[in-house]
Structures are given as C-alpha cells and as structure tokens.
C-alpha cells in the first residue's frame, strides 16, 4: 500500500521517515518529496508499505501525531486524477494576429497599413 504523509517538518530525511513507519512492518520505500529547484522538503512524502494490513494499523497509529513539532497528515495515497493539477504546456502555433498576410490589408489581420500601387 502507498501512504501520503503531509506536513512534515523540513528537517526530516528520508530515513528518518523510515524509521518511523518501520514499528508497524516492512517498508518497501519511504520518499520526502524534494522541491526540483531549491532542493528542499516539500513538507510531504510517501511511504510503500508490503502488507495492507501493516499499513492500514500504522496510518491509525500515526495519523495526527506529533513529530518535530508538527501534527503530521496520514493516509492512503490516492492515485493522481487526470488533469488535475500541475503545469500545462500552452500552444502559441496556432490563432490570428501578428504576421505578414499575403493579399490580406497589410501586415496583420485587423486592417492596419495597406498600400496600392
């Protein structure tokens, strides 16, 4: 099972996040996600878990619980809805305005100068 734990504190590492889930069984991985620019906690992670069950009696245990000075958020991680979210590409190719038209009035495509000869 994959765990969502948020508001971390900044200064927990990777292993100490291990840590704390590895009372309740095995942990398959245990990630901090990391801001890709400045390199630092983003204030949530996740946590992989072999066993459901083990899973399911450390997201009750430590749901809530204080760790460094912060009530940390625990739950099943939900995958990631399409669309939602995040950055999107925008596309410039296409739409009027701007440029040369040929047998158009000119330059562009809202009149502007137009000569005849």
């Known amino acids: 099972m994959n ?3 948020g508001n971390l504190s900044w200064n927990l590492s990777d292993q100490e996040l ?12 245990a990630k901090i996600v990391l801001d890709k620019f400045s390199n630092r906690s983003k204030g949530f992670g996740f946590v992989e878990m072999a066993n459901d069950d083990e ?5 009750e245990a430590l749901n ?3 760790i460094d000075g912060r009530n940390i958020v625990v739950n ?3 995958p990631k809805e399409a669309g939602s ?3 999107k590409k925008k596309s410039f190719g296409s739409g ?7 047998g158009g009035s000119g330059y562009g495509s809202r009149g502007g100068y137009d000569r005849k000869y």
Do not use: Q
């Not at 899973?55 to 997201?59: R, Y």
């Open 3 to 5: 765990i969502y734990v």
């Open 64 to 66: 809530g619980k204080e």
């Open 96 to 102: 009027g305005g701007g440029g040369y038209k040929k």
């Open 85 to 87: 979210g995040g950055y």
């Open 55 to 59: 899973a399911k009696v450390a997201i």
């Open 18 to 29: 291990e840590n704390l889930f590895s009372e309740f069984g095995e942990i398959s991985s």
């Open 76 to 78: 099943e991680s939900r």
